[in-house]
C-alpha cells in the first residue's frame, strides 16, 4: 500500500507544521507493507534545503508550480488532482492520500483521502482570525473536503463532536486521534535547578502562540485581576 504524503503544512507556522513534521517521520519508517511518498510543492528555491532541515531531503514528488496558481486552479476547478500529480512523477497513483490538515486539495476517487483535523474554530469563533485566515478558510472550502475524503482522523473528542454537529460527517468515519509528546520532553535527565534557570519560587507556566484566537489578552488580564485582588501576589506568570 502506497500513502501519499502532503509536506506542504510543513511551511506553517505553529503547531500544524510541528504534527506534520513528526507524522511524516512516523510514517518515514516503511513497515507493515506501507510504502509512503512524500508530495510537496512549494515555489521558494530554498524549499529543498528546508526539507532537508526537517529531514526530509527525499521528497520523491517535487512540484514547483507558484502556489498561488495551483491553489486557484484547484479551487476554482478542483484540478489537477494531486494523486495524478503524484503518478506524473513516479509513474504510479498511491493508494492512499494523506492531507496532515485541511488544505487547497483535490483527489480522484480512484485514491482513498484521508485528512486530520485539528478544530473547528474557523468556523465556531471566526472573529478570533484575521480577514486573511478568515478567506483561506472560505477558499479552501473544508467542509467540501470533508465530505468528499474517506475517513478523517480527530485530534480530540471535542473535534469529532464539532465534525458531526456542523458539518453532519458520520461518526463512523471518523477516527480520534489524540497528540502525542515530543521525544525532546520525554528525556530522564534531571532538570537544572531552579535558580539556574532564574525562576521565581511560584508562577504559573502558559505556552501559547501569539495570535489573537489564542486570548492571550484574557489571560492577562485575569492574572492582573488576581494580582490586584492579592490572591496571586506572590505568583509569577511566565508566558513562552
Same mark, same amino acid.
Given at each position: 500500500?502506497?500513502?501519499?504524503?502532503?509536506?506542504?503544512?510543513?511551511?506553517?507556522e505553529g503547531g500544524i507544521a510541528t504534527y506534520t513534521h513528526w507524522i511524516?517521520?512516523?510514517?518515514?519508517?516503511?513497515?507493515?507493507?506501507?510504502?509512503?511518498?512524500?508530495? #510537496?510543492?512549494? $515555489?521558494?528555491?530554498?524549499?529543498?534545503?528546508?526539507?532537508?532541515?526537517?529531514?526530509?531531503?527525499? /521528497?520523491?514528488?517535487?512540484?514547483?508550480?507558484?502556489?498561488?496558481?495551483?491553489?486557484?486552479?484547484?479551487? %476554482?476547478?478542483?484540478?489537477?488532482?494531486?494523486?495524478? &500529480?503524484?503518478?506524473?512523477? &513516479?509513474? @504510479? @497513483?498511491? =493508494?492512499?492520500?494523506?492531507?496532515?490538515?485541511?488544505?487547497?486539495?483535490?483527489?480522484?476517487?480512484? %485514491?482513498? #483521502?484521508?485528512?486530520?483535523?485539528? =478544530?473547528?474554530?474557523?468556523?465556531?469563533?471566526?472573529?478570533?482570525?484575521?480577514?486573511? *485566515?478568515?478567506? $483561506?478558510?472560505?477558499?479552501? @472550502?473544508?467542509?467540501?473536503?470533508?465530505?468528499? +475524503?474517506?475517513?478523517?482522523?480527530? /485530534?480530540? *473528542?471535542? %473535534?469529532?463532536?464539532?465534525?458531526? +454537529?456542523?458539518?453532519?460527517?458520520?461518526? =463512523? @468515519?471518523?477516527? /480520534?486521534?489524540?497528540?502525542?509528546?515530543?521525544?525532546?520532553?520525554?528525556?530522564? =535527565?534531571?532538570?537544572?535547578?531552579?535558580?539556574?534557570?532564574?525562576?521565581?519560587?511560584?508562577?504559573?507556566?502558559?505556552?501559547? +502562540?501569539?495570535?489573537?484566537?489564542?486570548?492571550?489578552?484574557?489571560?492577562?488580564?485575569?492574572?492582573?485581576?488576581?494580582?490586584? +485582588?492579592?490572591?496571586?501576589?506572590?505568583?509569577?506568570? #511566565?508566558?513562552?
Amino acid at each position: 500500500m502506497t500513502i501519499a504524503i502532503d509536506l506542504r503544512p510543513l511551511f506553517t507556522e505553529g503547531g500544524i507544521a510541528t504534527y506534520t513534521h513528526w507524522i511524516s517521520t512516523a510514517f518515514s519508517r516503511e513497515s507493515d507493507g506501507i510504502s509512503p511518498l512524500f508530495f #510537496l510543492n512549494a $515555489w521558494s528555491g530554498a524549499s529543498r534545503s528546508r526539507m532537508r532541515q526537517y529531514g526530509h531531503g527525499d /521528497v520523491q514528488a517535487f512540484f514547483s508550480t507558484p502556489s498561488k496558481i495551483l491553489n486557484a486552479s484547484l479551487m %476554482t476547478f478542483g484540478r489537477p488532482y494531486l494523486d495524478s &500529480l503524484v503518478e506524473s512523477r &513516479l509513474g @504510479r @497513483r498511491p =493508494d492512499i492520500m494523506f492531507l496532515p490538515n485541511i488544505n487547497y486539495a483535490s483527489v480522484s476517487h480512484q %485514491t482513498k #483521502l484521508i485528512v486530520t483535523v485539528h =478544530d473547528l474554530t474557523y468556523e465556531i469563533c471566526p472573529e478570533a482570525f484575521t480577514a486573511k *485566515e478568515r478567506l $483561506w478558510h472560505m477558499t479552501v @472550502r473544508p467542509k467540501r473536503l470533508l465530505k468528499r +475524503a474517506d475517513h478523517i482522523i480527530a /485530534v480530540s *473528542e471535542c %473535534t469529532k463532536r464539532d465534525l458531526i +454537529a456542523l458539518y453532519g460527517i458520520a461518526k =463512523d @468515519r471518523i477516527t /480520534v486521534c489524540s497528540l502525542g509528546i515530543d521525544p525532546v520532553y520525554r528525556s530522564n =535527565d534531571p532538570l537544572p535547578p531552579r535558580e539556574t534557570l532564574g525562576l521565581p519560587g511560584k508562577y504559573i507556566y502558559a505556552q501559547c +502562540a501569539d495570535q489573537h484566537r489564542k486570548n492571550i489578552h484574557v489571560l492577562l488580564e485575569s492574572y492582573a485581576a488576581l494580582v490586584r +485582588a492579592r490572591e496571586l501576589s506572590d505568583t509569577a506568570l #511566565l508566558l513562552s
